[in-house]
């Protein structure tokens, strides 16, 4: 049995300590083929200490030996050294085990350990699944725990493969026309008043638009800080009323 991974049971450990010893148990009787009969002999040779104490008066009623099948000592064994109090709370635990930030495989080994020595689950095991993943594996029309891990670690794997893809196209935007680069930017809709007019220009040439706080005004110019359509004419020499070179506004001929 010690060969085999079977270690000494004392009962003088934590729970958690003692489910371990027990699915170690259940590997090494897998291991053997034990029948239920032998487990029970298996698993009592390695009781040490306190635990040999408690087998002793478990197994003899008015000094006779009494048979127990594994159910019956798994079952008398739980309540004596799983106390009631952290049965409730694992299965509380379990009850309310979700995926969230872990990954498909924290999640699985959170699951294993919380399922004791029940047959596997996988409603159970589908419901603590992140929404987008429990869409997916819910399709797999397979029982099997291993197989609906394998999807679910399938599905992951696409999801950090498509973020992964889509964090590279952004960095590659971002170099490409800059690190302010925010994704597609489309104007704001002008209204009727502004369609067909070009933009201003100033005497040096250069373009500019000016703003234009509602369709019915003109556009605001920069050069002598009025609104009015046009090219501005304060420093070209030029009549602002008819546009003509050698007088000013109010001697305009034009305008008699």
């Not at 589908?126 to 394998?150: F, N, P």
């Not at 002598?224 to 004419?233: N, V």
Request: glycine share 6%.
């Amino acid at each position: 049995m010690k060969s085999l991974g079977g270690r000494d049971f004392k009962g003088d450990v934590i729970p958690d300590a003692v489910v371990e010893w027990l699915r170690e148990m259940e590997d090494v009787f897998e291991y053997l083929c034990a029948t239920p009969e032998e487990k029970v002999q298996y698993v009592v040779f390695l009781l040490k200490g306190y635990a040999r104490s408690w087998w002793s008066s478990v197994s003899r009623v008015n000094g006779e030996r009494v048979q127990f099948t594994w159910e019956e000592f798994l079952k008398a064994f739980k309540t004596e050294f799983l106390p009631a109090a952290f049965i409730r709370a694992k299965n509380n635990e379990f009850a309310n085990l979700k995926q969230e930030n872990m990954t498909v495989t924290e999640y699985t080994i959170k699951f294993v350990r919380l399922l004791y020595f029940e047959h596997k689950k996988k409603m159970r095991y589908l419901h603590g699944l992140r929404i987008g993943l429990k869409e997916k594996v819910h399709r797999v029309d397979e029982e099997s725990m291993a197989t609906i891990k394998e999807a679910a670690l399938k599905y992951e794997a696409y999801e950090v493969e498509s973020r992964e893809e889509h964090k590279a196209k952004e960095e590659e935007k971002k170099r490409k026309f800059g690190v302010n680069y925010v994704g597609p930017h489309y104007p704001p809709r002008r209204g009727p008043s502004s369609l067909g007019k070009t933009p201003s220009r100033s005497m040096s040439g250069t373009l500019y638009r000016a703003p234009i706080s509602s369709a019915t005004q003109f556009p605001f110019c920069q050069v002598c800080q009025k609104r009015h359509l046009g090219e501005c004419r304060r420093f070209s020499g030029v009549c602002f009323h008819c546009g003509q070179p050698g007088h000013i506004m109010r001697d305009c001929p034009h305008s008699r």
